[in-house]
């Protein structure tokens, strides 16, 4: 039964949209674990990931690092005991007389530190080794929190574009079958059918590319979180995208020298490179020891002095100074070391600086041109939509070829999966916007998780372009 290209594209519309329907739920299929949102993942990565946990070590071990460093400002107190025995032989003009005997002595010792510049130096240094692991811990988890976001909107990202992949197919293979038919009757050339076949070709080797980067972005989140079968939750229809706060650069911009984490630890850096040369004037400087000492020694067998059994105890208390006074120049070079050394951290920091600072304006500058992004994409959606329709109709009246309809299909496929990407790199951009500016935290992550929902799974990215269709 013959029937107008109209009533077939009808029909066309309804098919693709219960097939897009049961691709979506295939797609779902690669996953066998119920779906779970940005924040359970993201949680879940913080037990599973090795580098965020070799940071939390590294700040447990610094920790546990700054509390030695204390202790040459407390007292060392040590207990010396020994046991020895001896032989001595006295000659001359008088018979030989053995003094062989055993002496038995212990002691306890203590030395409380009053004045050490360098201890005093070590121990600040301690202090701030510890406020540098917790930046670096603080950098470690503000880049697990970005790396989790980027590998959960890649597999949304990969999932809509094989879904849209399926349904060009789906559509281009009602075209080539139009076409044929067509032929059959007389009303269209074998060059239809030709071209219908070829860009189905194509689309096909693109749904094997799409199926690729699906398993490969899988693969990637469940290697980040741990968990087999990971499933994303997609974003809630109609999408409402975040809006930028504050608007404005140089806020941004203020944030990141005082919070992001590479300027703090550049900064710490400078504040141990001055300690650092504390220590080594305080080579010049004396030291003062409060040092104590009790004792007991015991004889049994005598001693030359004394030949009979004896004991004895004695204790001590004194302050010790100790003043150099001349180590071959050694502390005149280990200053000027510690002074270039100081002099390169300041330069560190202020190319640290700089470092931020471009990484803010790129986050900053791609989050609005992004914003744009999307609003651009939404017209060309609705622009090539209106196109394709054009196109059919033309085809239907003769003023059109197949080619010109293909070509439409694949310029409004193109559309909807660049505007699924911006609208993605939009989400991601906003965390590496505070990434960048060193406030990135859990509730940023909550926010965007706000944006998701586990209703929209069954549904298909791109059900709603055809039913506007």
């Not at 920790?63 to 207990?79: C, D, E, V």
């Not at 239809?192 to 096909?204: G, I, K, M, T």
């Not at 992004?370 to 939509?385: D, E, F, I, M, P």
């Not at 406030?439 to 586990?454: A, C, G, K």
Request: glycine share 6%.
């Amino acid at each position: 039964m013959a029937f107008s290209f109209g009533q077939h594209l009808s029909f066309s519309a309804h098919c693709a949209l219960r097939q897009v329907t049961l691709a979506a739920v295939a797609v779902s299929a690669w996953t066998s674990a119920p779906a779970q949102s940005l924040v359970q993942l993201t949680e879940q990565a913080q037990i599973h990931d090795a580098a965020w946990q070799s940071a939390r070590a590294q700040l447990d071990a610094s920790i546990s690092k700054g509390a030695q460093a204390k202790a040459g400002l407390l007292p060392q107190i040590g207990i010396q005991a020994g046991s020895q025995y001896s032989e001595t032989r006295v000659r001359g003009n008088f018979p030989t007389v053995p003094l062989d005997g055993r002496q038995d002595s212990a002691s306890l010792q203590a030395q409380q530190p009053l004045y050490n510049p360098a201890n005093v130096a070590t121990y600040r240094q301690g202090q701030r080794n510890v406020d540098l692991a917790y930046a670096q811990v603080d950098a470690s988890g503000q880049d697990l929190l970005v790396r989790s976001a980027k590998a959960y909107f890649q597999v949304l990202s990969a999932m809509d574009t094989l879904s849209l992949v399926q349904a060009q197919k789906r559509a281009v293979a009602e075209q080539l079958e139009y076409a044929k038919r067509n032929f059959e009757i007389g009303t269209a050339t074998v060059t239809d059918s030709r071209e219908a076949q070829a860009r189905f070709d194509l689309v096909r080797a693109q749904e094997i590319a799409s199926e690729n980067d699906v398993r490969v972005a899988q693969a990637a989140l469940e290697q980040l979180v741990g968990v087999a079968g990971a499933s994303p939750w997609p974003l809630a229809q109609p999408v409402h995208l975040p809006q930028l706060t504050p608007n404005d650069l140089q806020t941004w911009l203020d944030t990141a020298d005082a919070q992001n984490p590479m300027v703090r630890q550049a900064q710490i850096a400078v504040d141990m490179a001055k300690l650092e040369t504390d220590k080594a004037y305080a080579g010049h400087k004396p030291t003062v020891d409060l040092q104590a000492s009790y004792g007991t020694q015991r004889n049994p067998d005598g001693s030359m002095t004394l030949p009979q059994r004896n004991n004895s105890t004695a204790g001590t208390v004194g302050v010790v100074m100790t003043i150099p006074l001349f180590a071959g120049f050694a502390v005149q070079n280990r200053v000027k070391e510690t002074l270039s050394l100081e002099e390169k951290s300041r330069a560190d920091l202020e190319d640290a600086k700089r470092q931020v600072a471009q990484s803010v304006r790129t986050a900053f500058f791609g989050v609005q041109s992004t914003y744009g992004q999307v609003h651009a994409l939404q017209a060309a959606v609705a622009s090539s939509q209106s196109a394709l329709e054009a196109n059919v109709l033309g085809y239907e009246v003769g003023v059109r070829i197949n080619i010109d309809v293909l070509n439409a299909q694949s310029q409004l496929y193109q559309s909807q999966k660049d505007l699924a990407q911006a609208r993605y790199n939009l989400l991601v951009g906003h965390l590496q916007l505070r990434q960048a500016a060193g406030n990135l935290q859990m509730q940023d992550v909550h926010t965007i998780n706000e944006l998701l929902s586990p209703a929209q799974i069954a549904a298909a990215p791109v059900s709603n372009s055809l039913i506007n269709k």
